[in-house]
């Protein structure tokens, strides 16, 4: 089932349960799939821009979230991070830290980077790799950590 399918039977089941958070998360995401598409001028998204849209906008609300809580707006980043939730179930199943530093460990020795002035060339390899799977910001951690020891 494709990503709009999914997301517009969430929405009438937000909206028989009353659930305004999950509801507008889930308009959000139509939003996004509807503009998309339009941008693109195509029918339907790939796999790929799919899980590329649903990235982009668990980032916007994390960012945001995490901007309210540093000007102590609990009333604005709890709904937030409740959107979080919501648009998170539309990701593929996350990598756990470690798993990412196996991954990243694996790449650098594929590479044969050895120092900091090889990050680009490990992070290019890595992003590709690990998309959908992980975060770049973990990623990018992560791979300065074995790069720099």
Do not use: C, H
């Not at 693109?40 to 980032?59: A, C, D, H, S, Y």
């Not at 919501?86 to 593929?92: A, K, N, R, Y």
């Not at 996350?94 to 530093?101: F, G, K, R, V």
């Not at 460990?105 to 790799?129: L, R």
Request: no cysteine.
């Amino acid at each position: 089932m494709s990503l709009e399918k999914d997301v517009m039977t969430q929405m009438k089941a937000a909206m028989k349960a009353k659930d305004s958070v999950a509801l507008e998360a889930l308009r959000a995401v139509k939003g996004a799939i509807l503009l998309a598409k339009t941008d693109n001028g195509q029918q339907e998204l790939t796999e790929e821009e799919e899980v590329k849209l649903v990235q982009k906008l668990v980032k916007q609300r994390k960012d945001s979230a995490q901007l309210y809580r540093e000007q102590n707006r609990e009333d604005l980043a709890e709904p937030e991070e409740k959107q979080v939730e919501v648009i998170s179930q539309f990701l593929p199943e996350q990598l756990s830290e470690a798993e990412i530093e196996a991954k990243v460990e694996e790449i650098i020795a594929k590479t044969g980077a050895n120092g900091m002035k090889d990050m680009g060339k490990v992070m290019g390899v890595a992003s590709q790799e690990l998309a959908g799977k992980a975060d770049g910001k973990t990623i990018s951690v992560i791979v300065k950590k074995k790069l720099s020891n």
